[in-house]
């Protein structure tokens, strides 16, 4: 049997039985591509959708590579191949600073091996947006989440927020 358990906001969670069999306890689980784990936190699905977008980046590098392609058929290409793979189930993650920097970092390092902008060349991060125009649409789900959050633990104390 595949049926397992996980128990939310509780330090003894009860067994529960089926056809006379204890179900599994688990602290995650994968469901619909995301993982969703027994704190809420989005870590584990973070850096999965990282791994599995850096799989779909390094797959398109004959893309990358070429010189016949132009810049904007690659930003193109980018932004329906691997964007939506790293940002598969953002809308729903309880994300923080470290993690919106872990995706920054991630995305401005694609854009930099798109364009081939390596390690002597010197470029801001914000001239690199610029360039690509690339830099806004990333993370707005994720940006909003993380202000409204933050707004909510300063202003209204006692409520939280449920994405549903």
């Excluded at 191949?81 to 920054?104: M, Q, S």
């Amino acid at each position: 049997m595949k049926t397992e358990v996980m128990s939310l906001n509780t330090k003894h969670p009860h067994r529960i039985q089926l056809d006379d069999k204890n179900l599994m306890n688990t602290n995650s689980f994968t469901y619909l591509g995301s993982i969703v784990t027994s704190d809420g936190g989005a870590d584990e699905d973070i850096m999965a959708r990282l791994g599995k977008a850096r799989g779909a980046f390094i797959r398109l590098k004959n893309i990358w590579k070429s010189t016949s392609i132009s810049r904007k058929t690659k930003m193109r290409v980018y932004n329906s191949c691997v964007l939506p793979v790293l940002l598969y189930g953002a809308e729903c993650w309880r994300i923080t600073e470290k993690d919106i920097n872990k995706l920054f970092s991630f995305h401005n390092g694609c854009l930099r091996r798109t364009l081939k902008i390596f390690w002597p060349v010197k470029i801001s991060n914000e001239n690199l947006h610029e360039i690509t125009n690339s830099g806004v649409q990333l993370l707005p789900l994720a940006i909003d989440w993380t202000c409204a959050m933050k707004t909510n633990k300063q202003h209204h104390q006692g409520l939280s927020l449920i994405h549903i």
